[in-house]
């Protein structure tokens, strides 16, 4: 399958933060992460509305990190005088959580907590009912913060649906293309 209109890959997924040093130290320390760049914007009455769909007075910073092996996360931290502060619960519109395959989650929830992240529950495992994805770990955790992660374990699954995995990348030396 390939991708519509010349769309070629996903860039990056992007977060808002309360506290953007909080948050890149976070990923920085717990999650492996690089710190690429950062950048400012605004405010600017004309640009920021329009361009972002947020108050005049808006502006932000924003961090660029690369995650090894595969993804990159930007994060915002914005001011304006009309901003909500309550993230939206995972039932709510707009609601999200960024996820990792870990080799082991017991390990993976004893590292995050250590770094200040929130177990929410335990680890649980996928029964019988679902048979494509029977044995998986996982387990559900809150950034220091407030962003929402879960971490899945697939080894004991014995025949996963062909989810994008490392099977599906490729060695840009050898292609010649990014990845």
């Known amino acids: 399958m390939s991708l519509p209109a010349g769309f070629q890959h996903v860039d990056h997924v992007a977060f808002t933060v309360p506290d953007l040093g909080e948050a890149v130290a976070f990923f920085v320390n717990a999650l492996g992460a690089e710190e690429l760049y950062r950048s400012t914007r605004g405010p600017d009455a004309h640009f920021m509305p329009e361009h972002f769909e947020v108050p005049a007075d808006a502006r932000l910073e924003l961090a660029m990190l690369r995650m090894p092996p595969n993804l990159n996360v930007e994060l915002f931290q914005w001011w304006s005088t009309d901003q909500r502060r309550d ?5 709510d519109p ?4 960024l996820c990792f395959t870990v080799a082991d989650v017991d390990t993976a929830v ?17 029964g019988p009912d679902s048979p494509l994805v029977a044995g998986n770990r996982w387990t559900y955790l809150r950034a220091p913060w407030g962003l929402l992660i879960e971490l899945v374990d697939r080894s004991r ?10 099977a599906d990348w ?10």
């Open 157 to 166: 699954v014995h025949h996963p649906p062909p989810l994008v995995g490392p």
């Open 110 to 126: 004893e590292h995050l907590r250590s770094h200040g992240a929130r177990v929410l529950g335990g680890t649980k495992e996928v």
């Open 94 to 97: 707009g609601g999200h959580h």
């Open 87 to 91: 993230y939206p619960r995972h039932c």
């Open 170 to 179: 490729t060695d840009p030396s050898r292609t010649g293309k990014d990845l």
